[in-house]
């Protein structure tokens, strides 16, 4: 069956240090989504990406969809610790469900 | 515009007790999916739907019953329930087909079965 893979499964890091998780989907993915999640909160949508080959940022943040649209990455310029939490991919078959990932969980040292 | 309600927040049953987890939406998504969270898995989806009057199974629905019979409700049903549906569930929605974009998820329900 379809799976998505996420790793690290954690990562400590010092303040202001850079931090990157991969996913891999065993398939094609029509298209392939992130979500962050605080400890003890829901996960909250950060970005969508859609095309090949695509890389998105936000700030700090750099997304990249693999070209052949089974892998993706987040990579996150000079960590804050705000920047802490679990951060998860989904990825989207070409029906109507949604794989996530195992998540990173994401710990950054002051 | 309240979001993705669910309740309730916390629950502990018995085994073989039957329960409903409720979920609501006012954005007027056609899309809503239900996930369980336990340590080390990710999230998994159990049910979903596409619009009122249509769902599906997930990866793991075997245990949990889901209606929709209007597009701001869709609530989730434990027949019996056993300690392995012990978990974190969340409610999502989302616009579907092309515009799909972000889910919205609920804040949560916390199950314990013992």
């Known amino acids: 069956g379809q799976q998505v893979m996420q790793i690290p499964q954690y990562q400590h890091v010092q303040e202001g240090e850079d931090f990157t998780t991969y996913c891999n989907s065993s398939?094609?993915?029509?298209?392939i989504q992130w979500y962050k999640q605080r400890p003890g909160g829901h996960p909250v949508f950060l970005i969508q990406l859609v095309k090949s080959g695509e890389v998105k940022k936000q700030k700090r943040l750099t997304f990249q969809f693999g070209e052949a649209k089974k892998n993706s990455s987040l990579h996150i310029t000079a960590t804050q610790t705000t920047d802490v939490g679990t951060y998860f991919c989904?990825?989207?078959?070409?029906?109507?469900?949604?794989?996530f990932g195992t998540g990173t969980s994401l710990t950054v040292i002051p | 515009n309240a979001g993705v309600t669910q309740t309730p927040k916390f629950q502990v049953l018995k085994t073989g007790q039957s329960m409903t987890l409720q979920c609501a939406q006012d954005?007027?998504?056609?899309?809503m999916s239900w996930y369980r969270q336990d340590p080390g898995m990710g999230l998994r989806l159990i049910h979903y739907?596409?619009?009122?009057?249509?769902?599906d199974q997930g990866e793991v629905p075997n245990g949990y019953n889901v209606s929709r019979s209007t597009t701001e409700d869709f609530p989730l049903r434990l027949l019996s329930a056993a300690p392995s549906q012990t978990s974190v569930y969340f409610c999502a929605s989302s616009y579907s087909g092309q515009r799909k974009m972000a889910q919205y998820f609920g804040p949560g329900t916390r199950l314990l079965v013992l």
């Open positions: 989904a990825g989207r078959n070409t029906g109507n469900q949604f794989y």
């Open positions: 739907s596409v619009g009122a009057g249509i769902t």
């Open positions: 398939t094609t993915l029509s298209n």
């Open positions: 954005m007027n998504h056609e899309y």
